[in-house]
């Protein structure tokens, strides 16, 4: 069955600092695509990226990057030098070839960002 | 800017009430979707539509229905509200296919008293 599993309820980090958020991931499809959203406070969430299961390759947007493993079923995001901003809840979800658009969520990461 | 609405960002209503919750979006997408969102719990899907008068069952549909008389736009309805459905309610849509991400509304913040 597929599930999305986000074990860091809470991170707490101090700005300037590198944080690092897991999802791993349980699909028996061959072809998925795994998604990150930020939701900030106001509610509203905000897509990140997609990433497809044929390319495992790196993305790096200026302080975020992705690290897609299909070894380890693991999509993992990384902020570079956090800043106050970045506090959100992050989700990261699975969409699989045959379920027409659904997507299935992690349980959330908060990360809190202090000055 | 593409832009999905939600009737309310905050509703208060009594159990057993009829309730209803609108959302609209302006970027021609064939596909909706409901959803709640629970601590710890994460997004769970309610219910989902691919075109009008169409509508698939989420994960957790029991209490719902949904109605899709026009693409635009799409409801969710509590029969008879319950205190078990104090929750974020988040509408989302996309173009069709699996391998497109989905916008999001503001999310209506409902509880049931």
């Known amino acids: 069955a597929q599930k999305v599993t986000q074990a860091q309820t809470e991170i707490s980090v101090v700005e300037k600092e590198d944080v690092t958020l897991d999802c791993v991931y349980e699909t028996r499809d061959t072809t998925y695509y795994l998604f990150w959203y930020k939701q900030p406070p106001s509610g509203e969430l905000v897509f990140l990226i997609r990433r497809n299961s044929f390319d495992e390759q790196n993305e790096i947007s200026g302080r975020y990057s992705w690290n897609f493993q299909k070894s380890t079923s693991s999509f993992n995001f990384t902020i570079t030098a956090s800043q106050v901003v970045d506090s959100a809840v992050y989700f990261c979800a699975l969409s699989e070839g045959n379920q027409g658009g659904k997507l299935i969520f992690g349980q959330g990461t908060e990360l809190s960002v202090k000055p | 800017d593409v832009k999905v609405t939600q009737s309310s960002r905050y509703l208060v209503k009594r159990t057993g009430e009829k309730v209803f919750l609108e959302c609209v979006q302006d970027?021609?997408?064939?596909?909706m979707f409901w959803y709640r969102q629970d601590p710890g719990l994460g997004l769970r899907l309610i219910y989902f539509?691919?075109?009008?008068?169409?509508?698939e069952k989420g994960d957790i549909p029991e209490g719902y229905s949904v109605s899709r008389e026009k693409k635009e736009r799409f409801s969710l309805i509590l029969e008879s509200a319950s205190t078990n459905q104090t929750s974020m309610y988040l509408c989302?849509?996309?173009?069709?296919?699996?391998?497109?991400?989905?916008?999001f509304g503001p999310g209506t913040r409902l509880t049931v008293t």
């Open positions: 970027m021609d997408h064939e596909n």
């Open positions: 539509s691919y075109d009008v008068k169409m509508k």
């Open positions: 989302a849509s996309s173009v069709t296919g699996f391998s497109y991400e989905q916008y």
